[in-house]
């Protein structure tokens, strides 16, 4: 996961100014229990550049055998294309199934979804990652990951002001 703080130091001089650090912390919330599961992600749009979601798709004990799953990345509020485009928010082929597979020993592999930066104002937007139809190995024990681009533009010249307040009694 990635995680940004954002400090505003306001007053005169050469200190005044926005200072972002962003720190990455490996701790993927990967899925528990028995079977194959997928973990959640979550990831900052950024402004230009791609940025990657990785899921976390674990088999609970390693297998002698390949073992498949096969799964579908689908837009909840995020909006997928093969084309990349201001509407654009991750990389994707469409509805169309793509299989993972687990070699022999393997018990984690990643599902890699393309994020899109862009620098308009929005709300976070929603996508997932189903897995299903698996093979060779046990049954799916969670079968959706969640993720969520989250939006890292403020609205343009967007202020919080307080003004006085008064009761009458």
Known sequence: RRVLFRSV?????????TATLAVSVVDPEAPTGAGIGIGDVSVWEGDARTRSMAFPVTLATANAAPVTVRYVITGIEAIGGTLRTPEVDFASKGSIARTLTFQAGQTVRYVTVSVYGDTRSENDERLSVVLSNPTGGPAISDAVGNGIIRDDDSAAGAQLAVGD?????
């Open 9 to 17: 130091v306001a007053g005169g001089g050469a200190a005044r100014g």
């Open 165 to 169: 307040a008064s009761i009458v009694e």
